[in-house]
């Protein structure tokens, strides 16, 4: 069902989505308006103390960025925007202009610099250096057709098919939103929102491009000793294996190093979540000294000052940690008003054979903000892009697709000296719709614990080389698809 936004139903909601753009800000974005948000009480016009955006001059009234275009020449054809300029969005933004070339495609990202998750784990141990994960949006525009801005979204009137950014609205005919997760420290049991942000800015969990991943780096190569905590969330999390693979990486900093000082992996889970074997096997040939792996830890809240996780069962004190709780959509989708009420994670409501918004042909969710159980990765959100791209090209032309599966592919490296990584691919079957949230997540946990749902599977739970060396390739050929 579509939802009507009428002009004072969206100056009504825009103190809310102004709230949205603060917490985008806090991601290393511009966050112009967060400023006036403290402040707000009113129409952003009506507020006297509002001081405007960063890129605008002072005392500037925020309404401005509701009623000006964003600086862009007009388009020549239909207008695509992608809002996200990670993995998914990237993909998507090259194969619309690729299926489309009369289209105008526009990517939006709040980022000015793209850095890699896939492969940061191996950057955190110095395996690969920071040029290895870090990209130019611009180049990626540049070779591939599409403009780049640099903005945050804030909201979005479907009726008028109008995206707002802090740069300005943009009109659309078709919009593609890829914005990715964000953390629910709700669901460790820390509600206090200073409390939350004490967390996150002193124990980041680091499954966020930017500024996490360089505080987690600085926390390995200045560790002296003791318990380096590490936790895995309950949920359809952002990469299965990404927490397993990171206690390793760490541990082999710690054994080069001659650290005294051990990874403490605190599982939500009751056994390792994916690639048990090649990572079982890791954690006992290879880290007995430096690794200790807790499962069924079911965390009820984190005391940041006492740097103690607070177990349903058990404490767990630390010297130092990156702290990853459950996840959800990101907020973007739910200030836009399309999350699934089904979904355990607040992820988007969208048919999951096309990908659009139910009722909504012009809007589609790609990425880790969908519902369904696939694996929340970068190879799968590559995939799915493409295949969407194919959607909207074909209904331009009156055709319809039908569903494909995205390929899964998914190396974790586990040693470093040698580099050393296992691998496990795998298809779908086609998605299967929850009715209640009970059933949705146990649809999820079908998909994601029994691997009954996969179509097809390819397991290689022996660490070598040359898997090692696969990935690096893999990360290679992935890059090189977005930009
Ligand atoms: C440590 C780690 C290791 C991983 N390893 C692998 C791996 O080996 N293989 C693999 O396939 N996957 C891996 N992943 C998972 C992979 O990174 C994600 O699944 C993938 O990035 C999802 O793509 P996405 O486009 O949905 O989200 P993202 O890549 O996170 O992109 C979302 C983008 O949207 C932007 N955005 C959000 N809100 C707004 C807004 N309001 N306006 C404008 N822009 C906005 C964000 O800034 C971000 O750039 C790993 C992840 C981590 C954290």
Known sequence: ??????????????????????????????????????????????????????????????????????????????????????????????????????????????????????????????????????????????????????????????????????????????????????????????????QQQALMSRY???????????????????????????????????????????????????????????????????????????FEAAFHELYKDYLEYYPSVSIVGVDVEKKTVIGEFDDYTFDDAAIYPRIRGAKLIESLGLVNKYSPQKEAWIDQFHSNVVGDDRVYVIGDSRPTGFSKSGSTAQEEAKFVARVIAGRMKGQELKWETPYTSCFSMVNSDPMEAIYLGFKYLPPQAGITPMAMERVVAFWTHTGAAFAWRDRKMNRSEEMGEAMLEWARVHYNEMF
């Not at 945050?152 to 950014?165: E, G, I, P, Q």
């Open 1 to 194: 069902m579509k939802e009507n936004i009428s002009r004072r139903d969206f100056l009504r909601r825009s103190k809310g989505a102004v709230a949205g753009v603060a917490a985008a800000g806090m991601m290393g974005g511009s966050g112009q308006i967060s400023q006036g948000a403290e402040s707000y009480r009113g129409t952003p016009s009506q507020d006297p103390t509002y001081h405007g955006a960063q890129r605008g001059p002072a005392m500037r009234p925020a309404s401005f960025v509701i009623h000006k275009k964003a600086e862009l020449s007009e388009p020549k054809g239909p207008r695509a925007v992608v809002v996200g300029g990670g993995w998914g969005g990237l993909t998507m933004a090259k194969h619309l202009k690729l299926q489309s070339p009369e289209m105008d495609v526009v990517l939006v990202e709040t980022h000015s610099v793209f850095i890699s998750c896939p492969i940061s784990n191996l950057w955190l141990a110095g395996l690969v250096d920071q040029g290895f994960i870090t990209h130019s949006f611009l180049d990626a525009a540049a070779n591939n057709n599409y403009t780049f801005l640099n903005a945050t979204v804030f909201d979005a009137d479907r009726d008028k098919r109008r995206v707002y950014t802090d740069r300005g609205y943009i009109d659309y005919d078709y919009l593609v939103l890829a914005p990715g997760i964000d953390y629910d420290y709700d669901a460790i049991g820390v509600h206090d929102l200073e």
């Open 204 to 278: 980041p969990a680091a499954f966020k491009p930017g500024s996490e991943h360089l505080t987690l780096k600085a926390k390995i190569d200045n560790f002296e000793g003791g318990l380096f905590a590490l936790t895995v969330p309950s949920g359809n999390y952002r990469c299965l294996p990404a927490p397993y693979e990171r206690a390793c990486m760490i541990a082999s900093v710690f054994k080069k190093n001659k650290i005294k000082g051990k990874v403490l992996l605190l599982d939500h889970n009751p056994t390792i979540k994916i690639k048990r074997e090649g």
